[in-house]
């Protein structure tokens, strides 16, 4: 599957599973620009996309801020010669009872896990229609976007409202020649599930590491996901393989929830 000659934008790359979306690209032949609250842990991942000999670029940009992500769309036009795809990936969890969550801690993940990736679609649209292109935007989701977990609820009405966009996003942008579909990881072992697990632990006297394990083990496939995993769908959704495929909201999660 050949991504040669294509300009990915992925958020939330820094790390984790928007990292390994990040290096799969580039070793598809996409060039790269790698965006980011964190910008000091851009440069590992430049130089690690440097050395598979791709062109990239990096971009700190908060996600919650609409300005920041039409501005990074913009940035890797100009630095990267073009733009083609879209992966709106940055997103937080959150572990909360639902009557225990409170005002601060709904703002910051709606901001987040909801506007961002709403800002992320509208800025991408709007660079394919002003190059006169089609496109792909690609946005992650996840199983408790299908699934409410409980602990989870307000993560998984985050995850919920992602389906919806990107559902309205595919019928109202079709016309364009811009897919819209999303991703929809389960429990991939990376620094968040050690904060989830933790969290956990904390709020149910549970030992930490037992919250992962207990998951993990209804994993019909009998292991947890790694970020390359995740980024071997994201590369077909953005290959033209995927061209007929839009509004929808794909589980890769080793069987764990059914649709």
């Known amino acids: 599957m050949s991504l040669d000659g294509k300009v990915i934008l992925v958020t939330g790359a820094a790390q984790g599973i928007g990292r390994g979306i990040a290096l799969r690209l580039a070793r598809d032949g ?3 620009a790698l965006v980011d609250v964190k910008a000091d842990k851009l440069g590992a991942v430049q130089q690690e996309i440097e050395a598979l000999g ?7 940009a908060d996600v919650s801020r609409r300005d920041d992500v039409y501005a990074a769309v913009e ?39 909801i506007e961002g990736v709403l800002w992320g679609i509208q800025a991408a649209a709007a ?12 946005n992650a989701s996840s199983i408790a976007g299908h699934d409410g977990f409980a602990m989870l609820g307000v ?12 559902q309205a996003a595919a019928r109202e942008y079709a016309s364009a020649g811009i897919t819209v579909n999303a991703y929809c990881p389960g429990i991939v072992g990376t620094d968040m599930w050690v904060e989830i697990d933790e969290r956990f632990a904390a709020l149910t006297g549970a030992k930490k590491g037992e919250t992962y394990k207990k998951y993990v083990e209804g994993i019909a496939l009998g292991r947890a996901q790694t970020p390359e995993d995740v980024a071997a769908l994201v590369a077909f959704l953005s290959s033209d393989d995927a061209d007929y495929i ?14």
């Open 30 to 32: 996409a060039s790269i």
């Open 54 to 60: 791709r062109n990239v670029t990096t971009f700190a």
């Open 75 to 113: 940035h890797a036009d100009r630095q990267l010669g073009g733009f083609d795809v879209m992966i709106n990936n940055a997103g937080i969890a959150q572990v909360n009872p639902i009557a225990d969550v409170l005002p601060p801690e709904v703002d910051r993940i709606f901001k987040i896990n």
């Open 127 to 138: 660079k394919f229609k002003a190059r006169g292109q089609k496109g792909k935007i690609i």
């Open 155 to 166: 993560y998984s009405a985050t995850k919920f409202a992602v389906r919806a966009l990107t």
């Open 246 to 259: 839009t509004g929808q909201a794909i589980l890769t999660d080793g069987g764990m929830v059914y649709r």
